[in-house]
């Protein structure tokens, strides 16, 4: 089995992520450390003088140790829908009592399931079984690319495991929109956001990601912290920054939102927005050098902290580039309009 660099991960999502609405559905066992830790934001970290009344306090999933037959498993339901392609099986700080073994299989079905219903589903193998290294980030291939919903981390026989990473591409899901108070005065019905990443709306390529990675600008809700976003390191040199990214949907933006949350001295000063209406599956390097980019939103000024919303034309496009003057950290990026 082959693992696959880190790089490789660039351009995919985490979909076993709680900002996009992943849950730890239940376990086998989670004795020693609960198994919704698999599913918590970062590495894990390690506390050398903390035990609860049950042992070693551990920032991961950990069964008691196994004295019969069988072997542990969790299952985690994906926010979105999605095609997995690689995983990051993390035994981190996990040394002596991570799983020798672990396999993944996956399913489709019904959001919000019951455990017991899940019983019912048609499984399939994504990643057969593969020996896992201590405190180390494992990481494979998916053998297979279809569509799931459904995650069972399977570990042979039992141990700790402290994050679970599926890396992939989401599905698009147009379900109906949920509204705050700010974007329900503002979003007109049968408008959807078409950057979102939960409809499939993808980053592609921008000029630099240095403090946070660019897929955190699509996410839904709001960012919990300054590292919820995208922020670029502080540019020394001239030019701008910037980022591309694959609608959702061939649309027509009408309304735009930047959000600047948690980033109050280092928020861009200014902002604009391009489109490229380019059908198909267009290189990142055509549209980084593409001559037929048309602006949306002027060169515009931001304040910190804040969300603010933009009235634009209503112009056809496929991919859309955020530039951000000179440097520095967007929250979100909503971009309201008609699916063409």
Same mark, same amino acid.
């Given at each position: 089995?082959?693992?696959?660099?880190?790089?490789?991960?660039?351009?995919?999502?985490?979909?076993?992520?709680?900002?996009?609405?992943?849950?730890?559905?239940?376990?086998?066992?989670?004795?020693?450390?609960?198994?919704?830790?698999?599913?918590?934001?970062?590495?894990?970290?390690?506390?050398?003088?903390?035990?609860?009344?049950?042992?070693?306090?551990?920032?991961?999933?950990?069964?008691?140790?196994?004295?019969?037959?069988?072997?542990?498993?969790?299952?985690?339901?994906?926010? $979105?829908?999605?095609?997995?392609?690689?995983?990051?099986?993390?035994?981190? %700080?996990?040394?002596?009592?991570?799983?020798?073994?672990?396999?993944?299989?996956?399913?489709?079905?019904?959001?919000?399931?019951?455990?017991?219903?899940?019983?019912?589903?048609?499984?399939?193998?994504?990643?057969?079984? $593969?020996?896992?290294?201590?405190?180390?980030?494992?990481?494979?291939?998916?053998?297979?690319?279809?569509?799931?919903?459904?995650?069972?981390?399977?570990?042979?026989?039992?141990?700790?495991?402290?994050?679970?990473?599926?890396?992939?591409?989401? $599905?698009?899901?147009?379900?109906?929109?949920?509204?705050?108070?700010?974007?329900?005065?503002?979003?007109?019905?049968?408008?959807?956001?078409?950057?979102?990443?939960?409809?499939?709306?993808?980053?592609?390529?921008?000029?630099?990601? %240095?403090?946070?990675?660019? %897929?955190?600008?699509?996410?839904?809700?709001?960012?919990?912290?300054?590292?919820?976003?995208?922020?670029?390191?502080?540019?020394?040199?001239?030019?701008?920054?910037?980022?591309?990214?694959?609608?959702?949907?061939?649309?027509?933006?009408?309304?735009?939102?930047?959000?600047?949350?948690?980033?109050?001295?280092?928020?861009?000063?200014?902002?604009?927005?391009?489109?490229?209406?380019?059908?198909?599956?267009?290189?990142?390097?055509?549209?980084?050098?593409?001559? %037929?980019?048309?602006?949306?939103?002027?060169?515009?000024?931001?304040?910190?902290?804040?969300?603010?919303?933009?009235?634009?034309?209503?112009?056809?496009?496929?991919?859309?580039?955020?530039?951000?003057?000179?440097?520095?950290?967007?929250?979100?990026?909503?971009?309201?309009?008609?699916?063409?």
């Amino acid at each position: 089995m082959s693992s696959p660099s880190p790089v490789c991960f660039a351009n995919l999502v985490n979909l076993a992520d709680r900002t996009l609405g992943a849950r730890v559905v239940g376990s086998s066992d989670d004795y020693f450390a609960s198994a919704e830790n698999l599913i918590a934001p970062g590495r894990a970290e390690f506390d050398a003088t903390r035990f609860t009344d049950r042992g070693k306090w551990m920032d991961g999933w950990e069964s008691r140790r196994r004295r019969g037959t069988g072997y542990d498993w969790c299952i985690v339901e994906f926010g $979105v829908t999605g095609e997995c392609a690689a995983f990051d099986i993390d035994t981190q %700080h996990f040394n002596g009592n991570q799983p020798a073994f672990a396999s993944i299989d996956a399913a489709l079905g019904p959001p919000g399931a019951s455990l017991a219903a899940l019983g019912e589903l048609g499984w399939h193998e994504l990643l057969p079984q $593969v020996p896992l290294q201590a405190t180390t980030q494992n990481l494979f291939a998916a053998e297979q690319r279809a569509a799931v919903n459904y995650l069972r981390l399977n570990i042979f026989p039992d141990g700790g495991v402290a994050r679970l990473r599926a890396f992939g591409r989401v $599905v698009p899901r147009w379900d109906p929109e949920v509204h705050d108070d700010l974007t329900s005065a503002r979003v007109r019905p049968g408008m959807v956001d078409l950057a979102a990443l939960k409809h499939g709306a993808t980053p592609v390529a921008c000029s630099n990601a %240095h403090f946070a990675p660019m %897929h955190q600008l699509l996410l839904p809700g709001r960012a919990e912290n300054m590292g919820g976003g995208w922020e670029t390191r502080r540019r020394r040199g001239p030019g701008h920054d910037w980022i591309i990214v694959a609608l959702a949907a061939r649309g027509a933006p009408e309304l735009v939102e930047i959000d600047t949350n948690h980033f109050k001295g280092n928020y861009p000063d200014r902002a604009s927005l391009e489109v490229l209406d380019l059908p198909g599956a267009p290189r990142a390097t055509d549209l980084i050098e593409s001559e %037929h980019w048309r602006p949306l939103l002027p060169e515009t000024r931001l304040g910190p902290d804040a969300r603010q919303f933009f009235d634009v034309p209503a112009l056809a496009a496929t991919h859309v580039r955020l530039n951000v003057f000179p440097d520095g950290g967007v929250s979100r990026l909503r971009l309201w309009g008609a699916r063409n």
